[in-house]
T-cell receptor
Framework: AQTVTQSQPEMSVQEAETVTLSCTYD???????LFWYKQPPSRQMILVIR??????QNATENRFSVNFQKAAKSFSLKISDSQLGDAAMYFC??????????FGAGTRLTVKP | GAVVSQHPSWVICKSGTSVKIECRSL??????MFWYRQFPKQSLMLMAT?????????EQGVEKDKFLINHASLTLSTLTVTSAHPEDSSFYIC????????????FGPGTRLTVT
């Protein structure tokens, strides 16, 4: 079984600053995938970034990057140069072997102008 | 590419009636679709996994007779909430997996169900 834990219910960041959202997971699988999703008020799930566990290099997508610590089972998301449009719920998720996706409880990010 | 639609986006029904929600993959074939339920300010909770041409697999605690799932084709899965009650009011989200892309899931925009 997989579990995903997000210990920060809410986070706040000043516009143009950097913020890091934490996520830990637990799995006995060797081949798995990790994701960060953004859910704005529209509630459409938007993929922010993905990481294949077999890749040692941390994934990066423009202002979004992850710190993937496989041994520690940690997968944090860093948002650089935060923008007002980044305000949303962020969910960490994992999946393996074409199975279903498991989500963390979510972190609500507020961006202050 | 990889677009998933849901219909309707919002539905209001009376207690005791049934309501059907459709999930379609518009530009790819989805051998597996997933149905999630999300309460306000909470995370997504998997309800069931739907494979084309076979019976859905329900998560523990989800009433299969209440939440009927049919995955009749590679592009369509339906969730029918039977004899709906106010406590069934929630946001329902489907996702679809593209068999050519392996682990990727693509999410629909969700359906808000309100039972009065």
């Amino acid at each position: 079984a997989q579990t995903v834990t997000q210990s920060q219910p809410e986070m706040s960041v000043q516009e143009a600053e950097t913020v890091t959202l934490s996520c830990t997971y637990d799995t006995s699988e060797s081949d798995y995938y990790l994701f960060w999703y953004k859910q704005p008020p529209s509630r459409q799930m938007i993929l922010v970034i993905r990481q294949e566990a077999y890749k040692q290099q941390n994934a990066t997508e423009n202002r979004f990057s992850v710190n993937f610590q496989k041994a520690a089972k940690s997968f944090s998301l860093k948002i650089s140069d935060s923008q007002l449009g980044d305000a949303a719920m962020y969910f960490c998720a994992s999946t393996y072997n074409n199975n279903d996706m498991r989500f963390g409880a979510g972190t609500r990010l507020t961006v202050k102008p | 590419g990889a677009v998933v639609s849901q219909h309707p986006s919002w539905v209001i029904c009376k207690s005791g009636t049934s309501v059907k929600i459709e999930c379609r993959s518009l530009d790819f074939q989805a051998t597996t679709m997933f149905w999630y339920r999300q309460f306000p300010k909470q995370s997504l909770m998997l309800m069931a996994t739907s494979n084309e041409g076979s019976k859905a697999t329900y998560e523990q605690g989800v009433e299969k007779d209440k939440f009927l799932i049919n995955h009749a084709s590679l592009t369509l899965s339906t969730l029918t909430v039977t004899s709906a009650h106010p406590e069934d009011s929630s946001f329902y989200i489907c996702s679809a997996r593209d068999r050519d892309r392996g682990y990727e899931q693509y999410f629909g925009p969700g359906t808000r169900l309100t039972v009065t």
